[in-house]
């Protein structure tokens, strides 16, 4: 296959000074023949080995064309990492990959779907690395939560893998969090997607931290969705007429009943009028507030603290170049000279 596009490659890496030059050597041979223009964009995500030593290397006039390097400054997670390669990316096409879970031979196929019919292509690894059994089930029911509210299993119908096309990126761009926005809006903002499933041994096994997925997970439910809020609004709704209910069953006990303790009908009005509505009430303005703190301190969700490219390029080696024209396609006005000469 061949496709007379430009395709971008987003590559995250951490710590793999000794797989990194592998990487781009299997990504350019897949690459290279298939599309008529490529970058390869690799971010690193704080390695604190020598892979930024190793990435100057290869950029260097002797070594690989095309690359892009991000060297960011703090360890930040995957999809932020990742949007710092695909708002930097000039493709036409912006594949993003984990070259040590995901296979890059798999790319053609996923960009002939993204060249021909959707606007997001995702391809899922039916062979994932092994993660610990207090992970797998905190994702499991991350999934099961994340499908109740948007109707879609983010880790089957949205995986890490996928290939967008520029306008899909440049819709992304407009929201207020792009690098969250991103892992789930291709998926749910309504653009035509395709998703593929194939099957690769993973190169390394990936353990994740499962506090840092948490955080992400409940991040990511709260920013894309309504539905935890008004869970909250119906829980608080029910506890208004409960309480109500209670109330009228405590009026009636006291007009009924001769023998009820002294202080128990005012102090029952004051707990069920008030107690759980106060706590449901106080638990939503407390996450409005922390939300709009974590909002207002927020500093930028990266910082690139150096970035290099490859000494030689292979589009700017194809600029102002022009092919003679045979006589046939020459201007009529250079021919007509040419007969009078």
């Known amino acids: ?23 781009v050597v299997e990504a350019t041979r897949v690459i290279a023949p298939l599309v ?42 995957a999809d932020t990492a990742s949007w710092v390669g695909l708002e930097s990316a000039l493709g036409d096409f912006i594949a ?7 296979d890059f031979a798999f790319i053609p ?10 606007d997001v292509v995702f391809a899922n690894n ?13 994702y499991m029911v991350f999934d099961t939560l994340y499908k109740c509210f948007n109707g879609i299993h983010l880790a089957k119908e949205a995986p890490q893998f996928r290939i967008l096309n520029k306008k899909v990126v440049n819709f992304i761009l407009q929201h207020r969090q792009p690098s969250m926005t991103y892992r789930h809006l291709p998926a749910t903002g309504g653009f035509s997607r ?12 990936h353990t994740k931290r499962l506090g840092e997925s948490i955080d992400r997970g409940m991040r990511m439910l709260v920013s894309t969705t309504q539905a935890p809020m008004r869970l ?17 069953y405590v009026l009636a006990i006291a007009f009924l009943k001769a023998d009820v303790a002294a202080g128990w009908v005012s102090l029952s009005l004051q707990q069920s009028g008030m107690f759980f509505l106060i706590s449901l009430v106080l638990l939503v303005l407390g996450e409005y507030i922390l939300q709009m703190a974590s909002l207002s301190n927020e500093g930028p969700p990266y910082h690139v603290a150096q ?8 589009r700017r080696e194809k600029l102002n170049i022009e092919a003679p024209l045979p006589n046939k396609q020459k201007p009529t006005l250079e021919i007509y000279a040419e007969r009078r000469a």
């Not at 395709?194 to 096994?205: D, E, F, H, R």
Request: aromatic share 10%; glycine share 2%; charged share 20%.
């Open 194 to 205: 395709v998703n593929l499933t194939y099957s690769a041994a993973p190169k390394i096994s």
């Open 126 to 138: 039916k062979l994932k690395p092994r993660q610990s059994l207090i992970y797998s089930f905190a």
């Open 109 to 118: 196929e996923m960009l002939d779907k993204a060249v021909t019919e959707a």
């Open 232 to 248: 909250v609004t119906t829980l608080s709704l029910f506890g208004a007429f409960s309480n109500l209910f209670y109330s009228v």
């Open 96 to 102: 993003v990959i984990d070259p040590l879970v995901d």
């Open 1 to 23: 296959m061949f496709f007379n596009v430009f395709l971008s490659v987003v590559i995250v890496i951490r710590n793999h000074s000794d797989d990194i030059e592998n990487i």
């Open 36 to 77: 008529s223009d490529y970058e390869i964009i690799i971010v690193d995500n704080a390695s604190d080995d020598a892979s930024v030593a190793v990435l100057k290397k290869l950029t260097l006039e002797n070594g690989h064309p095309n690359l892009q390097v991000y060297a960011l400054t703090k360890e930040v997670n």
């Open 307 to 314: 970035e290099f490219t490859s000494a030689r390029m292979t």
